[in-house]
């Protein structure tokens, strides 16, 4: 019995055992399976959130590289513009002028030779006749009635056509062509044209590029290659260009067919067996385009260090997953660097940021130079004959007076004149001619004070000396922009004058940098302006400024219109970099960028916006008075 009880113990121990063994492995086994199943989900988590953290900061990335690319570009259709639209002038000039009116060639012939030697930009200069009838200051005579350049000037539009082979040169230009004035101003009396070479646009598209292996051309308004360092891809004489429609590659001619309807982009294309970057953007003062084509490796080069972190992180996910279920503080160790490459992405978009805003700076600084200089020059060119001819109407009045005094005189003492004196004043009229000269008199004196007051806006707009912060009147500043914007307000046949409403308060002078605060108004004014056209309902448009006192320290100019009003999307975005709701060629989403970083960061103001769809838009701008008041804000 003895020995039958230990049996039975025995195997009874042996049992209790095993179950207990049994159970600790089932729980080991669960509380592993849920370590292992929390380390899985979390991994699975980290790496999705990694891989989306990967996409979007490389999408971040490359956009703000190509938008550097297309910078570029801009830069080049800047140049290009800018010199046209002073070739543009210069034959626009021209054509106003007294001598040209005349429409007497023998006339006309010695000045436009004149005119020649002096610009030095014009290989020839070509009046043409409402028929066509051409003839230049080289004697070449021709007709010009087929021409589209021909037909758009005859039409009333000063244009730079696409280059052509001068039929009296022989030579490969550009036609600048503006209206001949009629006597009645209503249709042109004739078209005067200027024929220049297109060494200009060559050197600005052959400087053009970034990186190796990148380069630039432009197209005419057919896709036809008008610079290109292919040589062999532009026209001669005796052969004419083929336009890049008809090329074998269709993704190039789907690129011109963008560019050949004035869009801008950035896109990727496989040119000669190679993938690369076509940035491309429109001419504002030419029915062309520009483009510039950047290796991809030139542009993506810069993500490889961001793709061998992805690797690397990839990687040690993977190692991560595999040893999880003997080593769960790895997970740890994972979300340590996920944070990590969190605070290294947000960095990165504070940077990228940073670089657009500057960029936006820049292209604001040059541009704003540079028409500061055309602006204060053209104004002094103005000033200086519209002075001398103010000086002297006063002059011209007297010495008139006193004729016409004198006429009376002699009447009223010899009241019988001989019939030779009585001819002559009936052809004369000079009753009429007495009542009408002193009226004509005091009209040109008028029309002098207008240029005058014009050329004073312009140089008190553009302030090139005031680069430091000054001591203005803010209303004197609103005043001169408006004056510049005038052209914009005067009605047309499509649209009604834009009414201004002004309220100005008695405001102290402001400590600012007044250059940049008018181009604040400028872009503010000019959008009112654009929103007032855009509207559906042609009612009279209306803009109201209102200036005040906000308080001791600052200073409120409040800008309403009742154009068509923004959406709260559009709202929101109003300050954002590149933000435009203007179709392609006519803004690029600089305008209020620029605006808020004058009034916030340089002047440590505030501007708002208030809108309602189809209630018209209020801008407010806020101004401390003084730069000490700056530096506290």
């Given at each position: 019995?003895?020995?039958?009880?230990?049996?039975?113990?025995?195997?009874?121990?042996?049992?209790?055992?095993?179950?207990?063994?049994?159970?600790?492995?089932?729980?080991?086994?669960?509380?592993?399976?849920?370590?292992?199943?929390?380390?899985?989900?979390?991994?699975?988590?980290?790496?999705?959130?990694?891989?989306?953290?990967?996409?979007?900061?490389?999408?971040?990335?490359?956009?703000?590289?190509?938008?550097?690319?297309?910078?570029?570009?801009?830069?080049?259709?800047?140049?290009?513009?800018?010199?046209?639209?002073?070739?543009?002038?210069?034959?626009?000039?021209?054509?106003?002028?007294?001598?040209?009116?005349?429409?007497?060639?023998?006339?006309?012939?010695?000045?436009?030779?004149?005119?020649?030697?002096?610009?030095?930009?014009?290989?020839?200069?070509?009046?043409?006749?409402?028929?066509?009838?051409?003839?230049?200051?080289?004697?070449?005579?021709?007709?010009?009635?087929?021409?589209?350049?021909?037909?758009?000037?005859?039409?009333?539009?000063?244009?730079?056509?696409?280059?052509?082979?001068?039929?009296?040169?022989?030579?490969?230009?550009?036609?600048?062509?503006?209206?001949?004035?009629?006597?009645?101003?209503?249709?042109?009396?004739?078209?005067?044209?200027?024929?220049?070479?297109?060494?200009?646009?060559?050197?600005?598209?052959?400087?053009?590029?970034?990186?190796?292996?990148?380069?630039?051309?432009?197209?005419?308004?057919?896709?036809?290659?008008?610079?290109?360092?292919?040589?062999?891809?532009?026209?001669?004489?005796?052969?004419?260009?083929?336009?890049?429609?008809?090329?074998?590659?269709?993704?190039?001619?789907?690129?011109?067919?963008?560019?050949?309807?004035?869009?801008?982009?950035?896109?990727?294309?496989?040119?000669?067996?190679?993938?690369?970057?076509?940035?491309?953007?429109?001419?504002?003062?030419?029915?062309?385009?520009?483009?510039?084509?950047?290796?991809?490796?030139?542009?993506?080069?810069?993500?490889?260090?961001?793709?061998?972190?992805?690797?690397?992180?990839?990687?040690?996910?993977?190692?991560?997953?595999?040893?999880?279920?003997?080593?769960?503080?790895?997970?740890?160790?994972?979300?340590?660097?996920?944070?990590?490459?969190?605070?290294?992405?947000?960095?990165?978009?504070?940077?990228?940021?940073e670089l657009q805003n500057t960029q936006a700076q820049l292209i604001h600084t040059e541009k704003m130079s540079s028409l500061g200089q055309m602006v204060a020059g053209v104004a002094h060119e103005i000033n200086n004959p519209a002075n001398f001819i103010h000086a002297n109407l006063n002059h011209a009045s007297e010495y008139s007076e006193g004729i016409l005094d004198l006429l009376k005189l002699y009447q009223a003492t010899y009241p019988n004149?001989?019939?030779?004196?009585?001819?002559?004043?009936?052809?004369?009229?000079?009753?009429?001619?007495?009542?009408?000269?002193?009226?004509?008199?005091?009209?040109?004196?008028?029309?002098?004070?207008?240029?005058?007051?014009?050329?004073?806006?312009?140089?008190?707009?553009?302030?090139?000396?005031?680069?430091?912060?000054?001591?203005?009147?803010?209303?004197?500043?609103?005043?001169?922009?408006?004056?510049?914007?005038?052209?914009?307000?005067?009605?047309?046949?499509?649209?009604?004058?834009?009414?201004?409403?002004?309220?100005?308060?008695?405001?102290?002078?402001?400590?600012?940098?007044?250059?940049?605060?008018?181009?604040?108004?400028?872009?503010?004014?000019?959008?009112?302006?654009?929103?007032?056209?855009?509207?559906?309902?042609?009612?009279?448009?209306?803009?109201?400024?209102?200036?005040?006192?906000?308080?001791?320290?600052?200073?409120?100019?409040?800008?309403?219109?009742?154009?068509?009003?923004?959406?709260?999307?559009?709202?929101?975005?109003?300050?954002?970099?590149?933000?435009?709701?203007?179709?392609?060629?006519?803004?690029?989403?600089?305008?209020?960028?620029?605006?808020?970083?004058?009034?916030?960061?340089?002047?440590?103001?505030?501007?708002?916006?208030?809108?309602?769809?189809?209630?018209?838009?209020?801008?407010?701008?806020?101004?401390?008075?003084?730069?000490?008041?700056?530096?506290?804000?």
């Amino acid at each position: 019995m003895l020995k039958l009880r230990k049996g039975w113990l025995k195997i009874n121990l042996q049992r209790y055992a095993s179950t207990d063994k049994n159970r600790y492995l089932l729980k080991w086994r669960s509380r592993n399976f849920v370590l292992l199943s929390i380390v899985v989900i979390l991994s699975i988590s980290i790496s999705t959130t990694a891989i989306a953290s990967y996409k979007i900061v490389k999408g971040l990335l490359l956009d703000s590289l190509k938008q550097q690319a297309l910078l570029k570009t801009y830069q080049g259709q800047n140049d290009i513009d800018n010199w046209l639209a002073i070739r543009k002038t210069e034959i626009k000039t021209l054509a106003n002028s007294p001598v040209v009116r005349s429409l007497d060639w023998p006339v006309m012939e010695p000045y436009l030779q004149s005119e020649v030697r002096r610009l030095q930009t014009f290989l020839l200069i070509a009046f043409a006749t409402p028929d066509g009838a051409l003839i230049n200051t080289q004697g070449g005579r021709t007709n010009v009635k087929d021409r589209e350049f021909f037909h758009k000037s005859i039409a009333g539009e000063t244009v730079a056509a696409d280059p052509i082979i001068g039929r009296t040169s022989n030579q490969l230009q550009i036609q600048i062509s503006s209206p001949i004035a009629g006597k009645t101003g209503i249709k042109p009396s004739g078209v005067l044209m200027g024929g220049i070479e297109i060494n200009r646009v060559v050197e600005v598209i052959g400087d053009l590029h970034q990186g190796k292996g990148s380069y630039a051309f432009a197209l005419n308004s057919q896709g036809v290659p008008i610079a290109h360092p292919d040589t062999r891809l532009i026209g001669t004489p005796e052969k004419a260009a083929e336009s890049f429609l008809n090329s074998p590659n269709s993704r190039l001619v789907e690129i011109t067919q963008k560019m050949v309807a004035k869009r801008t982009n950035i896109e990727l294309a496989q040119l000669d067996e190679k993938w690369n970057y076509i940035a491309y953007t429109p001419l504002k003062e030419a029915n062309w385009s520009v483009a510039l084509v950047v290796p991809q490796e030139n542009i993506e080069s810069p993500l490889q260090a961001l793709n061998l972190l992805a690797t690397v992180l990839g990687g040690l996910l993977v190692v991560g997953l595999i040893g999880a279920w003997r080593q769960v503080q790895l997970y740890e160790q994972i979300r340590d660097r996920a944070l990590i490459s969190s605070q290294q992405a947000q960095q990165l978009s504070k940077t990228l940021k940073e670089l657009q805003n500057t960029q936006a700076q820049l292209i604001h600084t040059e541009k704003m130079s540079s028409l500061g200089q055309m602006v204060a020059g053209v104004a002094h060119e103005i000033n200086n004959p519209a002075n001398f001819i103010h000086a002297n109407l006063n002059h011209a009045s007297e010495y008139s007076e006193g004729i016409l005094d004198l006429l009376k005189l002699y009447q009223a003492t010899y009241p019988n004149a001989t019939p030779e004196i009585s001819d002559r004043t009936q052809d004369l009229d000079i009753e009429f001619l007495a009542e009408d000269l002193p009226k004509l008199m005091a009209s040109m004196q008028v029309g002098t004070k207008r240029i005058r007051q014009i050329v004073l806006s312009l140089r008190n707009f553009s302030r090139l000396d005031e680069a430091d912060m000054k001591f203005v009147d803010i209303n004197e500043g609103l005043d001169n922009t408006l004056m510049i914007l005038n052209h914009r307000l005067t009605a047309t046949p499509n649209q009604p004058e834009i009414q201004i409403l002004k309220k100005y308060g008695d405001l102290p002078l402001v400590e600012c940098y007044a250059g940049q605060l008018n181009q604040v108004f400028m872009n503010v004014l000019a959008n009112s302006i654009d929103a007032i056209e855009e509207s559906l309902v042609k009612n009279q448009g209306q803009i109201c400024i209102r200036t005040e006192l906000a308080n001791e320290k600052q200073v409120m100019i409040q800008i309403y219109d009742n154009g068509i009003g923004m959406s709260e999307e559009v709202k929101q975005r109003v300050f954002d970099y590149m933000f435009t709701t203007k179709p392609v060629g006519k803004g690029i989403g600089l305008g209020m960028a620029i605006a808020y970083q004058i009034v916030v960061e340089k002047h440590a103001g505030s501007i708002e916006v208030d809108s309602t769809p189809g209630h018209g838009t209020e801008f407010t701008i806020r101004i401390p008075l003084t730069s000490k008041n700056c530096a506290k804000h």
